[in-house]
Antibody, heavy 121, light 108 residues
Framework: QVQHVQSGAEVKKPGASVNVSCKASGYTFSSYNINWVRQAPGQRPQWMGWINAGTGNVKYSQKFQGRVTFARDTSATTTYMELRGLTSEDTAIYYC??????????????WGQGTLVTVSS | SSELSQDPAVSVALGQTVRITCQGDNLNNYYPCWYQQKPGQAPLLVMYGKNSRPSGIPDRFSGSSSGNTVSLLITGAQAEDEADYYCLSRDTSGNEVIFGGGTKVTVL
């Protein structure tokens, strides 16, 4: 079955960087975009961007441009999200999600379990 | 950019029908999808397109649209339907993916 398993919780100091991984299984990894979404406590989810698992092409949300980098390892069917310059406002659960966009409409059909990133001095 | 507006909370008696709405100017061009999220869990896709349910989603969930408002209907709400529901679509530029503010559904 389609599955995405993310790396474990992280605690970081302000100014540090965090790297979260997302391992895909159960489908042809290179055929899809993987999106990254974060959700701060009590807030709506927030889209961060996507990486095409086949080509490596990326698109970042304007809000995170310059501070986030996506990468993928096709042999490991894993995508990675690095967020730099962390502040307390980056404390959130970070999710990866497969995109099965339908005629231009985003459609995130399978999500990872989430990775809690806590930024605290 | 643009926004997707949802009512913050709605309650429904067990077995009754509840409508959750998502309003946005961009919804004339894009169909949103709907997610159910329970505490401590990742969002779960429950509806997409005009009125399509992923495999495993009960048929008490249905979708409809009218102009710039899209609705998720739960007919015969069950206790396990109590959750937060979010709509997701693109902004008016088409460049950003945005989520609605979420609707907390309470089943009484």
């Amino acid at each position: 079955q389609v599955q995405h398993v993310q790396s474990g919780a992280e605690v970081k100091k302000p100014g540090a960087s965090v790297n979260v991984s997302c391992k895909a299984s159960g489908y042809t990894f290179s055929s899809y975009n993987i999106n990254w979404v974060r959700q701060a406590p009590g807030q709506r989810p927030q889209w961060m961007g996507w990486i095409n698992a086949g080509t490596g092409n990326v698109k970042y949300s304007q809000k995170f441009q310059g501070r986030v980098t996506f990468a993928r390892d096709t042999s490991a069917t894993t995508t990675y999200m690095e967020l730099r310059g962390l502040t307390s406002e980056d404390t959130a659960i970070y999710y990866c999600a497969r995109d099965k966009s339908l005629r231009g409409n985003p459609l995130f059909d399978s999500w990872g379990q989430g990775t809690l990133v806590t930024v605290s001095s | 950019s643009s926004e997707l507006s949802q009512d913050p909370a709605v309650s429904v008696a067990l077995g009754q029908t509840v409508r959750i709405t998502c309003q946005g100017d961009n919804l004339n061009n894009y169909y949103p999808c709907w997610y159910q999220q329970k505490p401590g869990q990742a969002p779960l896709l429950v509806m997409y397109g005009k009125n399509s349910r992923p495999s495993g989603i009960p048929d008490r969930f249905s979708g409809s649209s009218s102009g710039n408002t899209v609705s998720l209907l739960i007919t015969g709400a069950q206790a396990e339907d109590e959750a937060d529901y979010y709509c997701l679509s693109r902004d008016t530029s088409g460049n950003e993916v945005i989520f609605g503010g979420g609707t907390k559904v309470t089943v009484l």
